[in-house]
């Protein structure tokens, strides 16, 4: 089946330095989703890219969506402690409904 | 809108006991989605529900695990009986019916002694 694959695994980075994480399928998207999990909380959607090659801003958070669409970066601009948590991207697999969740990438930040 | 509710949030149980959790989804709301997260495993999707219909259950591990979606507000996922490797947090999530975003409730630890 379909697997969407993220990297790093686990970042530790000091404040104010960026982040990036990247997600990466076998096959092509129809959009893909990202949401991020507060440690001890539930995940919470972040956005949706639709578009080949589609870039979104939310403050300091950039995602980007590739031009072949199997693949997807969230990228965050000086991090702040506020931003400790697991991103995970997600794909619809098979039926509409349906979304696969990457394996997540932890960001711990300290000051 | 109270979002997505579950219960319990915590519930501890000796190996071998019936386990159910309960989900109430956010109303209008017509898919109902089932996951666990462990350490191991990371997030995996256990079941789904369109229209209070079960479209997808590949991802239950075995036949201990059932679910049930009775009306359009109320969903429960059973384990009979429960082992130790069943301990993980269980979410449930709802959203509108064509792959858009889904709302998570705040999860139920679980633990199996």
């Known amino acids: 089946g379909q697997q969407v694959m993220q990297i790093p695994q686990y970042q530790h980075v000091q404040e104010g330095e960026d982040f990036t994480t990247y997600c990466n399928s076998s096959?092509?998207?129809?959009?893909i989703q990202w949401y991020k999990q507060r440690p001890g909380g539930h995940p919470v959607f972040l956005i949706q890219?639709?578009?080949?090659?589609e870039v979104k801003k939310q403050k300091r958070l950039t995602f980007q969506f590739g031009e072949a669409k199997k693949n997807s970066s969230l990228h965050i601009t000086a991090t702040q402690t506020t931003d400790v948590g697991t991103y995970f991207c997600?794909?619809?697999?098979?039926?509409?409904?349906?979304?696969?969740f990457g394996t997540g990438t932890r960001l711990q930040v300290t000051l | 809108d109270a979002g997505v509710i579950q219960s319990p949030r915590h519930e501890v149980t000796e190996m071998g006991q019936e386990v159910t959790l309960r989900c109430k989804p956010i109303?209008?709301?017509?898919?109902l989605f089932w996951y666990r997260q462990t350490m191991m495993r990371g997030l995996e999707l256990l079941i789904y529900?369109?229209?209070?219909?079960?479209?997808?259950d590949s991802g239950m591990p075995e036949d201990r695990f059932s679910a049930k979606m009775p009306n359009a507000s109320f969903s429960t996922l059973k384990i009979q009986p429960s082992e130790p490797r069943d301990s993980a947090v269980y979410f449930c999530?709802?959203?509108?019916?064509?792959?858009?975003?889904?709302?998570f409730g705040p999860g139920t630890r679980l633990t199996v002694t």
């Open positions: 999530a709802s959203s509108f019916p064509g792959g858009g975003e889904q709302y």
């Open positions: 096959t092509t998207l129809s959009n």
């Open positions: 890219l639709v578009k080949s090659g």
């Open positions: 997600a794909a619809p697999t098979g039926t509409a409904s349906k979304l696969t």
């Open positions: 109303s209008g709301h017509n898919s």
């Open positions: 529900f369109n229209n209070n219909v079960p479209i997808d």
